[in-house]
């Protein structure tokens, strides 16, 4: 039955990202300072905005729940189809366990005498059996939990701003000089990560045509203003670095936020304690909205035959893709145990780029081929749009490849795998 309209999609979209506001950016000022992080999200920021109006035409042309698989799989066929596919399951399984990371990092602020990981795995048995109970009560669940994320950021910033000093944000703008920019692309990437995912419930919408062009478009718009937001109130209070390593500390942190505001109003006023709580509602949202999307996206994969077709299937009392949700959430806690939040949320970023890049030229393919397909939606400035999405993602790959070999090569290992399963599954079928 659908029954997602566009306040529902919006509340999803950014939902999906939100979390990137509240962790895991502040990564990036380690590999390239203030400057260097700017540089690259500036240039993100193009890359999505271009991609989301382009990708905005194939939801609505194909409103079909396995997303950017089933755009390349009817432009470009089903190998591009499998790899695009794949490239988005691997995005969608590995960005929760760096957001139940931060989760963990988070609630620790509160209960240091619990071990984070704990709280992490928790997190994923809860909110993976909400999503197996059904979507409308997991779209309601993710647009509470993400209008109050959203006021809490502006919360933030409201405190922040007025304390902010143009000088911090100069200092030590640039460490690894530009390269360093280049480095901190996956971070730039993480702050709009699986805004893509709103496709992915396509199936689910009321008048898709109309709801995923207004809820994309609102959601964009809205993580843009946040993005900003965020990203100047919390570097402006006391530079970058007191944002990345807590007090007499050398490891990151998972938990940016709370350590700028603990500068204005120390640890134990009462805005520092809301952070931290309503803060754990954005992480959570993120958390909740991309293991909707992987179960679907993952579905498809199994509906198909791409992967073992007990995937595939829906519990018969939900109707939601229980199995697939589940060993998603075995595979990502796998993940979890290796602690490294930053390479997990490379790799997450790896498949995000190729889903980008198979995507655009699906558009292309399709633009080409099936130039009467009905688009209820068309991408303005084409080909401008695509072709900035498509430039700047290539670009992104090829950077992030040479700043991460080791996690290049182990994304390409995963890769490679899963392809020769697929023509081997393809023979036997």
């Given at each position: 039955m659908k029954t997602l ?318 199995n697939a949700l589940v ?103």
């Open positions: 309209g566009p306040l529902m999609l919006w509340g999803l979209g950014v939902g999906y990202v939100i979390s990137g506001m509240y962790f895991g950016w502040n990564l990036g000022l380690a590999e390239g300072g203030t400057l260097g992080l700017a540089i690259a999200t500036f240039f993100i920021i193009i890359m999505y905005l271009t991609f989301t109006f382009s990708y905005t035409e194939l939801a609505c042309a194909i409103p079909k729940a396995g997303g950017a698989f089933d755009y390349a799989d009817r432009a470009l066929g089903k190998k591009l189809g499998f790899l695009a596919g794949m490239a988005q399951n691997v995005e969608f399984i590995f960005a929760p366990p760096a957001i139940a990371a931060a989760i963990g990092a988070y609630f620790n602020i509160f209960f240091p005498q619990i071990d984070t990981l704990y709280i992490a795995i928790l997190a994923y048995l809860l909110f993976t059996g909400l999503n197996i109970l059904g979507v409308r009560a997991a779209a309601i669940f993710e647009l509470v939990i993400t209008v109050l994320a959203v006021l809490e950021l502006l919360i933030f910033a409201g405190v922040c701003l007025p304390h902010m000093k143009v000088e911090n944000l100069t200092l030590n703008a640039l460490p690894n000089g530009f390269q360093g920019a280049f480095a901190a692309i996956p971070f730039a990437i993480w702050f709009f990560l699986a805004i893509e995912g709103v496709a992915n419930v396509a199936e689910e919408a009321k008048n898709p045509q109309r709801s995923i062009l207004i809820g994309f478009g609102s959601a964009i718009f809205t993580l843009v203003v946040l993005c900003l937001l965020t990203f100047v109130s919390a570097v402006g209070v006391d530079g970058w670095e007191s944002i990345v390593y807590p007090p007499g500390s050398t490891e990151a942190s998972d938990s940016p936020l709370p350590l700028a505001l603990a500068k204005i109003v120390g640890d134990s006023h009462l805005l520092y304690h809301l952070l931290i709580t309503v803060g754990l509602f954005g992480l959570v949202a993120s958390f909740h909205g991309i293991i909707l999307a992987a179960g679907r996206s993952t579905f498809e994969f199994g509906r198909v035959g791409y992967i073992p077709k007990s995937l595939g299937k829906v519990h018969p009392k939900t109707l939601t893709p229980a060993v998603n959430m075995l595979i990502g806690i796998v993940a979890l145990l290796t602690g490294k939040t930053g390479e997990i949320i490379t790799i997450a970023c790896f498949g995000a780029l190729t889903l980008y890049i198979v995507s655009m030229f699906s558009f292309f393919a399709l633009r080409k081929n099936e130039p009467d397909l009905d688009r209820p939606f068309k991408v303005p400035l084409y080909p401008f749009f695509p072709a900035c999405a498509l430039i700047i993602a290539s670009l992104a790959l090829v950077a992030m490849t040479i700043y991460n070999l080791k996690l290049a090569l182990i994304y390409g290992l995963i890769m490679l795998a899963a392809y020769l399963w697929f023509l081997f599954t393809e023979k036997k079928n």
